[in-house]
């Protein structure tokens, strides 16, 4: 697989526009954090490149194909979306979905769902049923459902978000090393996390792509301070490097 496209993508609401002509490129491997200010387009971009919703223009293409025109069962196979917000239709047991996500990509016999729970620590939950989740135990189980299959490309829309400090460190280093062998793609509340874990940030601002670049770059750069209205304080040592922002 060559990677992901993004082509000119446009996504208008009462003649607004939410992502604007935005236009990537992504290799094959690589861990890649989308940041920007609220309302930026972050999650309009990333649904339409896993395409669970239509662009009003443009197009994304895996290996030179149009996402849209593959099949239900391969666009499963290679892309994993993990969204903000996810209720299913029945009040499933952790069990139950953790199967689910393995047949929608066919992977049912490749890894046992014992394998995941214990993978992704959820175990103790095995049983329990999504209603009586708590935010954070929701969001480790979608992962996990998205995760396990391994899919080429994983799109994820700030899965950290309600988790607690130990898990969202956790989580952001396992999608930044997903990304030696993968392409995982996530939108980032948590700036500190998106420098310190992944080798490229895109900032995105008013539906535009106003930077692109590797992180060790982009970290001192004042058009952050500037795009989200605040100055930040930067500490870098020899592994780590990280902002705080001090109005």
């Given at each position: 697989m060559n990677g992901l496209t993004v082509s000119k993508l446009t996504l208008v609401r009462n003649g607004a526009a939410l992502?604007?002509?935005?236009?990537?490129?992504?290799?094959?491997?690589?861990?890649?954090?989308?940041?920007?200010?609220?309302?930026?387009?972050?999650?309009?971009?990333?649904?339409?490149?896993?395409?669970?919703?239509?662009?009003?223009?443009?197009?994304?293409?895996?290996?030179?194909?149009?996402?849209?025109?593959?099949?239900?069962?391969?666009?499963?196979?290679?892309?994993?979306?993990?969204?903000?917000?996810?209720?299913?239709?029945?009040?499933?047991?952790?069990?139950?979905?953790?199967?689910?996500?393995?047949?929608?990509?066919?992977?049912?016999?490749?890894?046992?769902?014992?394998?995941?729970?214990?993978?992704?620590?959820?175990?103790?939950?095995?049983?329990?049923?999504?209603?009586?989740?708590?935010?954070?135990?929701?969001?480790?189980?979608?992962?996990?459902?998205?995760?396990?299959?391994?899919?080429?490309?994983?799109?994820?829309?700030?899965?950290?978000?309600?988790?607690?400090?130990?898990?969202?460190?956790?989580?952001?280093?396992?999608?930044?090393?997903?990304?030696?062998?993968?392409?995982?793609?996530?939108?980032?509340?948590?700036?500190?996390?998106?420098?310190?874990?992944?080798?490229?940030?895109?900032?995105?601002?008013?539906?535009?792509?106003?930077?692109?670049?590797?992180?060790?770059?982009?970290?001192?750069?004042?058009?952050?301070?500037?795009?989200?209205?605040?100055?930040?304080?930067?500490?870098?040592?020899?592994?780590?490097?990280?902002?705080?922002?001090?109005d």
């Amino acid at each position: 697989m060559n990677g992901l496209t993004v082509s000119k993508l446009t996504l208008v609401r009462n003649g607004a526009a939410l992502v604007d002509g935005v236009s990537l490129e992504f290799s094959a491997t690589g861990s890649v954090a989308i940041i920007g200010p609220n309302g930026a387009g972050k999650s309009s971009l990333l649904k339409m490149m896993a395409a669970v919703l239509a662009p009003t223009a443009g197009s994304v293409a895996i290996a030179g194909g149009d996402i849209r025109q593959l099949s239900g069962a391969e666009r499963a196979r290679l892309v994993g979306y993990v969204p903000q917000q996810f209720e299913p239709h029945w009040d499933f047991s952790v069990t139950e979905l953790i199967q689910l996500g393995l047949s929608r990509a066919g992977q049912a016999a490749a890894i046992s769902v014992d394998d995941v729970l214990v993978q992704f620590e959820l175990t103790s939950l095995r049983e329990r049923r999504w209603a009586s989740l708590s935010g954070g135990e929701r969001g480790r189980v979608l992962m996990a459902m998205v995760q396990s299959t391994k899919p080429k490309i994983l799109l994820a829309d700030e899965p950290g978000a309600s988790l607690d400090i130990q898990h969202r460190l956790q989580l952001s280093r396992a999608l930044a090393d997903y990304g030696r062998d993968h392409l995982a793609i996530v939108v980032m509340h948590d700036l500190d996390l998106a420098f310190r874990f992944f080798e490229r940030v895109i900032v995105m601002d008013r539906g535009k792509i106003v930077a692109d670049s590797p992180a060790a770059e982009l970290f001192r750069e004042p058009l952050l301070d500037a795009t989200f209205g605040v100055r930040f304080e930067r500490l870098r040592s020899a592994s780590v490097q990280s902002l705080y922002p001090l109005d």
